[in-house]
């Protein structure tokens, strides 16, 4: 009953909030013309609905820096739990902080008019947004129907990608004992696990867990639900694939083929290869299990696991650092990782109608765009963190081994602390003195990478993780970037049918993999007609003709 209760209670709060919106709305000016001239120091609150385990309160020396700059503090607040439940109690109080990173539920703070539409302050007081949003600015409107601009995206502009961010990882100590297996299909990444687990049932004194899975909240998509599209030859979408035909929404689940990589999933646990702590551990024992190195797979991105990867580098265990491997259902599949999606408009930073001073506060996200906020959020201080020789950024062997080694360097210095809050230009991408952004070149990468990590990939005959992987020039550039960040109507039908749709998911997915295999085509069918009852072949029509105007929209 509790879980039913909060649900009704939110759906409530939801219903309410174009209602209270409204009652605030006579009572809320937007102080766009407020003075910005002003040196005076002052502070904006932030809401993000992502964790940051790096977050330096704006202590350290490249936030100082910031703040010597701007005159502009931070005091930020970030949720764990994707801001599921704030996000909705914010919008039915109508009280809001100074900018919100809301993420996938932008759409009920847009449809609470809580968000400050920006096209005038971008064209006023940020040029550099201008600069560097480009030709993209058509992807920041919100809607064929409202082409305000109410998030400015915080997405790599003009990203090239040197690593993949997604795929099967396995020990590199699980492949090298093995004499480097070919790791490309889910039975050679089962096999490799079986076959070193009997080899080492423990590691360090504690029993080998095979693959770990993590279903901790909305985490559940990421480690557990979304690797089912890259498995079966298709891109992240969200909880849709998308045909890219026809652009027809389909709940991914449905598709033939997940449920054979879910039935592998279920086989892995009657095998007792899977953790049988998987869909009960919450995220910070998952990384503290991967941290002890006892952990030889897991299917996840890279930032999810980022923090225990540097753990197990800091304590010297290179060897039970993971590599990341491209691998599908069978070989038939082509794993999607590089699929260019186009500049991603949709998730990012607002600017709430609550901000005192939203001329000073966008100046401040113009800032941290700007070839000086750039230089300042990937290389440092100069001087610090890097130096200049023969008029180029160099950064030292001694500053560098930090980067690569200290699992706090980024809270230590500040680099990179605040880059998540502006949109920035990615790798490859040159300044004004014709070197690039960020320090990242595929020299960089493969000169962080660990000795153990260049034996592995010398012995597959790479020089980069990149390297194993179908490249962009493979696929077709997505018309409609990445559905999963096309707002939906805060309290629509469509909106209430994913969320019942999703709450099926984290119930029936848990319950086929741990069932008897004798038994899971009865959970599978199941799970396929609870989610007809809950109303998923509407949803799937309605998906469709979002997908359908945001290509019309974005391919003018």
């Not at 040197?162 to 099967?168: Q, S």
């Not at 890259?230 to 979408?237: C, E, L, R, V």
Request: negative net charge.
């Amino acid at each position: 009953m509790k879980g039913k209760y909060t649900r009704v209670t939110l759906s409530m709060l939801l219903a309410l909030v174009l209602f209270l919106a409204g009652c605030n709305s006579n009572e809320k000016t937007v102080k766009e013309d407020s003075s910005s001239n002003s040196d005076e120091p002052v502070t904006f609150t932030l809401f993000s609905a992502d964790p940051h385990s790096q977050w330096d309160n704006m202590e350290s020396p490249v936030s100082k820096k910031v703040i010597e700059e701007t005159g502009v503090t931070i005091n930020a607040e970030f949720d764990v739990s994707g801001g599921e439940q704030k996000i909705p109690l914010m919008a039915a109080s109508g009280e809001y902080p100074d900018f919100i990173l809301p993420k996938g539920s932008a759409s009920t703070l847009v449809d609470a008019g809580a968000f400050i539409d920006l096209t005038d302050l971008i064209d006023k007081h940020a040029p550099n947004l201008k600069k560097i949003y480009g030709e993209y600015i058509d992807r920041l409107k919100w809607s064929k129907e409202d082409p305000s601009i109410y998030i400015l995206p915080t997405s790599a502009v003009d990203h090239t990608y040197w690593a993949p961010g997604n795929g099967f990882m396995l020990q590199h100590d699980v492949v090298r004992d093995l004499d480097y297996p070919e790791i490309r299909t889910v039975k050679d990444f089962e096999n490799a696990i079986k076959e070193y687990m009997k080899k080492h049932p423990t590691i360090d004194g504690q029993p080998t867990v095979g693959l770990s899975l993590l279903a901790d909240d909305w985490r559940i998509q990421i480690s557990t639900t979304n690797p089912a599209f890259y498995a079966t030859g298709a891109s992240d979408d969200g909880e849709f694939y998308i045909n890219p035909e026809t652009h027809e929404a389909t709940m991914h689940y449905r598709r033939p083929e997940e449920k054979e990589y879910f039935r592998w999933l279920n086989h892995m646990n009657a095998e007792g290869l899977l953790d049988p702590e998987s869909f009960v551990q919450k995220y910070d024992q998952y990384l503290a299990k991967i941290s002890s190195g006892r952990v030889l797979g897991l299917i996840d991105t890279d930032w999810e696991v980022a923090d225990a990867q540097r753990a197990l580098r800091e304590a010297g265990k290179e060897e039970r650092m993971h590599g990341m491997y491209p691998v599908t259902l069978t070989e038939e599949y082509k794993h999607h990782n590089f699929q260019d999606t186009g500049y991603l408009g949709g998730w990012g930073i607002g600017i709430s109608v609550d901000c005192e001073d939203p001329v000073r506060a966008i100046k401040f996200l113009d800032f941290l765009a700007s070839e000086e906020g750039q230089i300042l959020q990937n290389w440092g201080i100069e001087g610090e963190n890097y130096e200049i020789v023969d008029g180029k950024r160099v950064i030292p062997e001694e500053e560098m081994n930090e980067r690569n080694n200290n699992a706090n360097y980024v809270k230590e210095t500040g680099v990179g602390v605040l880059k998540g809050f502006a949109p920035y230009y990615g790798d490859g991408v040159t300044d004004s003195t014709g070197q690039t952004y960020t320090i990242a070149s595929p020299e960089q990468i493969k000169d962080a990478y660990t000795e153990t990590e260049k034996e592995v990939l010398k012995n597959y005959g790479v020089e980069m993780w990149k390297d194993l992987y179908p490249q962009k020039e493979e696929f077709p550039v997505k018309e409609w970037g990445a559905a999963f960040n096309i707002p939906v109507e805060a309290g629509s039908d469509l909106e209430l049918v994913m969320q019942k749709c999703l709450d099926i998911v984290k119930k029936r997915i848990p319950e086929a993999i741990l069932a008897d295999p004798d038994d899971f085509d009865k959970v599978w069918d199941k799970f396929m007609k609870d989610l007809e009852k809950a109303g998923v072949e509407d949803a799937e029509k309605a998906y469709t003709e979002l997908v359908k105007e945001r290509v019309e929209l974005w391919n003018k």
